[in-house]
Nanobody, 114 residues
């Protein structure tokens, strides 16, 4: 079982970035998936989730309207499109099943700075 996040980089405020998470070792298409983020010294903050089946999505208030979670079941890949980035979006981003049942990956660092 493995989750590998990608999309690391520095973005200016107001910019955009797309993160990807490639999953392996479990039935990706049958799992609700989630993105969380973590600031230094703090716990995970839930960002967004997407459900298996119809692909319904839900978002944290802090990112709603700016971020979009999506999935490609054929590619076993979860995405997070981040728009209108703010300095407070600077975090390490992780993906997992909605219940956090898989081993955590290394995450991908997003820095928002001018």
């Amino acid at each position: 079982v493995q989750l590998v996040e990608s999309g690391v980089g520095m973005v200016q405020p107001g910019g955009s970035r797309t993160l990807a998470c490639v999953a392996s070792g479990f039935t990706f298409s049958q799992n609700d998936m989630t993105w969380v983020r973590q600031a230094p010294g703090k716990g995970h903050e839930w960002v967004a989730s997407i459900y298996a089946g119809r692909g319904s999505t839900i978002y944290a208030h802090s990112v709603k309207g700016r971020f979009a979670i999506s999935r490609d079941n054929a590619k076993h890949t979860l995405y997070l499109q981040m728009n209108s980035l703010k300095p407070e979006d600077k975090n390490v981003y992780f993906c997992n099943t909605a219940r956090g049942t898989m081993p955590w990956g290394q995450g991908t660092q997003v820095t928002v700075s001018s």
